[in-house]
């Protein structure tokens, strides 16, 4: 499969399993998720699915089992929209990407601090 072919079929692979979180998912595990990128394999076989969760941990992992478990019904939805021969097994994964963006940017932030305080001034005097 061409790599332009691809990439289109990821992305609306993104949006269609977005709509059908947003429109047909009624698992309250699922909160607020936000598919952020769907990689499909050449041979359709696998399509991974990277979200992005809210809440605190628990609520996360929880909303991780409700994807798994809806991924039979996200799977018959997109054969319903979708015109391929082969709808791909669904993994769905946490995208971290975001988590370690906001850890180098308060990393930037903190150096970013401490170089506007200035320089650090010894109050020894060196010519004694």
Known sequence: MTNQRLTRLNEQFRREIMEIL???VRDPRIGEVVVTGVEVTSDLWLARVYVQLSGSVQD???A???LVAAQGFIRRSLAKGLRIRRIPELRF??????SYVKNIEKAL???HRSDSEGPVVSEE???E
Do not use: N, V
Request: aromatic share 4%.
């Open 22 to 24: 947003i429109r047909d």
């Open 60 to 62: 996360q992992e929880d």
């Open 64 to 66: 991780l089992e409700g």
């Open 93 to 98: 994964l946490e995208d971290k990407s975001f």
């Open 109 to 111: 932030e903190e150096i």
């Open 125 to 127: 005097d060196p010519e």
